[in-house]
């Protein structure tokens, strides 16, 4: 049970790292693809990063 609940952390620290990198790309002048792309590549990834974490923790407390 501890290998799943790391591999849910692990894959929700990569999403929210995910979200972040988007998120930064969108402060550079001239990006590709457009920035409102960007946003939600950013927000889908950060808010996939949150629940898988917040799901971890649940599970983590019911062990």
Not at 12 to 21: E, M, P, Q, R, T
Not at 41 to 56: D, Q, S
Request: net charge positive; charged share 10%; proline share 5%.
């Amino acid at each position: 049970m501890s290998g799943i609940i790391t591999a849910i952390y692990t894959i929700g620290i990569l999403l929210l790292a995910g979200g972040v990198h988007f998120y930064l790309a969108i402060k550079k002048p001239r990006v590709y693809p457009p920035k409102h792309i960007l946003r939600k590549r950013a927000t889908a990834l950060g808010a996939g990063g949150i629940c898988l974490l917040l799901l971890g923790i649940i599970i983590h407390s019911f062990q």
